[in-house]
């Protein structure tokens, strides 16, 4: 993070940022093709035991699970197959950036995101292979299309949010210690908008998600694409972001003595996936609450065109240090 003070940065106040904001520079954009790029397939055995096989680029490319034009990038799953009990899963994507990131901004311009029974889609950061001492930020998330539009940290032990904190969602649960309540983690919904998430959120042509995370903080806002207040830096994909003039954010996890945010936060990697059913969506529990039909297997092995809206479509993602 380069949280330049702005009273010596000129070209800050050349562009019109105000004085005495959280300024950063663009240091990455990906944008359409360029996720092949910044990203590798991860064809693993999903760690949350997901009715999914993750495939990898060949294959994805192959099938058209992934398509990228310069402006757009789509990642979705199989929707024609009809799978065997014996058959590991549905064909999905899950990438991980080939970058690592400690404090930083992230924004991602969304078109589209995977709807439908069973689906379980993604973007958060965290480092696989030292999870959950490097702390995991789950920036979107949500199953079943319901439990949704939900911000959440999953951490080492000694972390709690204090839930006084200046954020326009709830928090749901304020414990982040991974090992405690079955990894519930920390999650804030984002209850004043019910767009922020699977068919309203695409309905209204997406948006845009963003994270500011710093030693002090770490938050997450979502801007419905029609929204009048989003930020022109954050429309426009300034050079220059000020965070400061960016509102209120949904979710607001902050640093104190409950949780020591630089000691539960190491170099983590971006990830999108999409997952199906698994330690979440395909909870019995969880499942049923949501209205969905059959048990989640079921329905994800016979169901293939229910998922033909489950998928991702992404115009970019922006990184500021
Ligand atoms: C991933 O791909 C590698 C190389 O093709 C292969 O050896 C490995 O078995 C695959 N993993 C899974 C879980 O399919
Ligand atoms: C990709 O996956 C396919 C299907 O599992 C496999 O046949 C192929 O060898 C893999 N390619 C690479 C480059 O790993
Ligand atoms: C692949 O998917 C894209 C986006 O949905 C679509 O425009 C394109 O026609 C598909 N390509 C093939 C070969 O089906
Ligand atoms: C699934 O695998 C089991 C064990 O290998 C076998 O007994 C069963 O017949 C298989 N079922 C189908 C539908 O292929
Ligand atoms: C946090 O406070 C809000 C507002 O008072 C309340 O609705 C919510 O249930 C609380 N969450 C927790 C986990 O205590
Ligand atoms: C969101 O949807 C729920 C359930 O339909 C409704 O009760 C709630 O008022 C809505 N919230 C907003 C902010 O529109
Ligand atoms: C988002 O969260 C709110 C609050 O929990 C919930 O009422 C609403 O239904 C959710 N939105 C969607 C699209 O399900
Ligand atoms: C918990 O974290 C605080 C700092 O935030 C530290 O003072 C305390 O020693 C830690 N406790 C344990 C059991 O690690
Ligand atoms: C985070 O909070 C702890 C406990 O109050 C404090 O010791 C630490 O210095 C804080 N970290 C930063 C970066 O301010
Ligand atoms: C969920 O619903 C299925 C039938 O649809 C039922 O067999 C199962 O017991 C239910 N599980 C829970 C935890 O409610």
């Given at each position: 993070?380069?949280?330049?003070?702005?009273?010596?940065?000129?070209?800050?106040?050349?562009?019109?940022?105000?004085?005495g904001?959280?300024?950063?520079?663009?240091?990455?954009?990906?944008?359409?093709?360029?996720?092949?790029?910044?990203?590798?397939?991860e064809?693993?055995?999903?760690?949350?035991?997901?009715?999914?096989?993750?495939v990898?680029r060949?294959?994805?490319?192959?099938?058209?699970?992934?398509y990228?034009?310069s402006d757009t990038?789509?990642?979705?799953?199989?929707?024609?197959?009809?799978?065997?009990?014996n058959d590991?899963?549905r064909?999905?994507?899950?990438?991980?950036?080939?970058?690592?990131?400690?404090?930083?901004?992230?924004v991602?311009?969304?078109?589209?995101?995977?709807?439908?029974?069973?689906?379980?889609?993604?973007?958060?950061e965290?480092?696989?292979?030292?999870?959950?001492?490097?702390?995991?930020?789950?920036?979107?998330?949500?199953?079943?299309?319901?439990v949704?539009?939900?911000?959440?940290?999953?951490?080492?032990?000694?972390?709690?949010?204090?839930?006084?904190?200046?954020?326009?969602?709830?928090?749901?649960t304020?414990?982040?210690?991974?090992?405690?309540?079955?990894?519930?983690?920390?999650?804030?919904?984002?209850?004043?908008?019910?767009?922020?998430?699977?068919?309203?959120?695409?309905?209204?042509?997406?948006?845009?998600?963003?994270?500011e995370?710093?030693?002090?903080?770490?938050k997450?806002?979502f801007?419905?694409?029609?929204d009048?207040?989003?930020?022109?830096?954050?429309?426009?994909g300034?050079?220059?972001?000020?965070?400061e003039?960016?509102?209120?954010?949904?979710?607001?996890f902050?640093?104190?003595?409950?949780?020591?945010?630089?000691?539960h936060?190491?170099?983590?990697?971006?990830?999108?996936?999409?997952?199906?059913?698994?330690?979440?969506?395909?909870?019995?529990?969880?499942?049923n609450?949501?209205?969905?039909p059959?048990?989640?297997?079921?329905?994800?092995n016979?169901?293939?065109s229910?998922?033909?809206?489950?998928?991702?479509?992404?115009?970019?993602?922006?990184?500021?240090?």
């Amino acid at each position: 993070m380069k949280a330049i003070s702005s009273r010596t940065i000129v070209l800050a106040s050349l562009v019109g940022f105000a004085v005495g904001g959280k300024i950063y520079t663009l240091n990455e954009c990906v944008r359409g093709e360029g996720f092949y790029d910044s990203f590798n397939f991860e064809n693993i055995t999903d760690p949350t035991h997901g009715r999914v096989t993750y495939v990898n680029r060949t294959t994805a490319e192959s099938l058209n699970l992934t398509y990228a034009t310069s402006d757009t990038f789509i990642l979705r799953a199989d929707d024609t197959t009809v799978l065997g009990v014996n058959d590991t899963g549905r064909n999905s994507v899950r990438i991980r950036s080939n970058r690592w990131y400690h404090e930083h901004v992230v924004v991602f311009d969304i078109q589209h995101m995977p709807e439908g029974c069973g689906t379980w889609p993604a973007i958060w950061e965290t480092k696989e292979s030292d999870w959950p001492a490097s702390g995991e930020i789950d920036i979107l998330e949500g199953a079943n299309n319901v439990v949704p539009n939900q911000s959440t940290l999953h951490t080492s032990h000694n972390c709690s949010m204090s839930n006084h904190t200046h954020q326009t969602g709830t928090f749901l649960t304020t414990n982040c210690d991974a090992s405690v309540a079955y990894n519930v983690g920390c999650g804030v919904q984002h209850t004043r908008d019910n767009n922020s998430f699977g068919p309203g959120f695409n309905r209204i042509g997406g948006g845009w998600y963003a994270m500011e995370r710093t030693l002090h903080y770490i938050k997450v806002w979502f801007w419905e694409r029609d929204d009048p207040c989003v930020p022109l830096d954050v429309r426009t994909g300034a050079w220059i972001i000020d965070t400061e003039h960016w509102g209120i954010p949904a979710a607001n996890f902050r640093n104190s003595t409950e949780c020591d945010i630089r000691s539960h936060f190491g170099a983590n990697n971006i990830i999108i996936d999409l997952t199906f059913c698994g330690d979440w969506a395909g909870n019995p529990a969880i499942y049923n609450a949501s209205g969905c039909p059959l048990d989640c297997v079921t329905y994800v092995n016979n169901n293939p065109s229910a998922f033909t809206n489950a998928y991702f479509q992404i115009s970019s993602m922006t990184v500021y240090e």
